[in-house]
């Protein structure tokens, strides 16, 4: 059973998020959320790391404190420097909160935030939660995994395929709340009309393959539909984790702004353009 399902649409944009428990585990971690504000379409999604009911704490947090704190930012930065200060006031909230409570110390959580406004879009990541880019029925990895298997591929001494089922391929090397001040990942770039972006925890994406991913978000009419069809995809499959969605579609938009050189080089050569 799906729960949490938010869809706002706008005239370029449909946003929409949800989570569901799975099909073995007898609670959520996970948490997510999306809003537009302003014509900013924002959506957020969190996984829970702690082994008691923490985990659950962390995620609900992130989640209402990254939307909260960006919506009550009234200063004239741009958005992605409020979205990356508002995750920055999450990881604060949720470390104060772990240490005035002693049943929830060492609590922690992922995070993927992102904000779409007049087709540009910035993320700030934390942890091994992702965002996708579907384009042209292809789908690029945009985030970078903050595990340790993932850092020991990119410094080249273990291998993308021997990483997937690498026993640290979950160990994060960041996360949400561990620390006072968390190092968060920050990225930019325009999007195209008909673009999707997908954001997931590693429930969804340890099930679905990435291009089994981007082809669920494709074919769905709507964002609220593709959040669905993803969640009942893996369930159906059965789950041994919790399962978590947001997914913004471009239906109207015109690149603004210069491209982010890193990435935008990257998407080029994955998407073969």
């Not at 992605?80 to 990881?91: E, F, K, P």
């Not at 997937?164 to 160990?171: A, I, L, N, V």
């Not at 999007?191 to 978000?217: F, H, K, M, R, T």
Request: net charge negative.
């Amino acid at each position: 059973m799906v729960t949490d399902d938010v869809i706002v649409p706008a005239a370029s944009l449909e946003v929409a998020a949800l989570t569901d428990v799975g099909t073995e585990r007898d609670h959520n971690e996970d948490a997510c959320g999306a809003v537009i504000e302003g014509g900013v379409a924002l959506a957020v999604v969190a996984d829970g790391v702690s082994s008691s009911q923490g985990g659950e704490v962390a995620s609900e947090m992130a989640v209402e404190v990254v939307l909260r704190a960006y919506r009550e930012d009234h200063s004239s930065r741009p958005v992605g420097q409020r979205l990356y200060r508002a995750v920055q006031q999450a990881n604060i909230e949720i470390y104060d909160r772990s240490i005035a409570v002693p049943e929830l110390r060492g609590m922690a959580t992922t995070l993927v935030a992102l904000a779409v406004e007049a087709g540009q879009l910035t993320a700030v990541h934390v942890g091994d939660s992702r965002l996708y880019l579907v384009r042209g029925g292809k789908v690029v990895q945009v985030t970078k995994d903050h595990t340790v298997a993932a850092e020991r591929v990119r410094m080249g001494v273990l291998s993308a395929e021997k990483a997937r089922t690498h026993p640290e391929r979950s160990t994060l090397t960041r996360s949400v709340g561990r620390e006072l001040i968390v190092n968060r990942d920050r990225l930019s770039q325009p999007l195209e009309q008909g673009d999707i972006l997908v954001a997931c925890s590693d429930g969804l994406y340890n099930v679905l393959a990435d291009e089994e991913l981007g082809a669920i978000a494709a074919a769905a009419p709507g964002a609220a539909d593709a959040c669905r069809e993803l969640l009942e995809a893996a369930n159906a499959r059965g789950t041994g984790d919790n399962l978590s969605a947001a997914v913004v579609r471009i239906v109207g938009a015109t690149p603004a702004g210069p491209r982010a050189p890193g990435l935008a080089a990257r998407l080029k050569a994955l998407l073969g353009r």
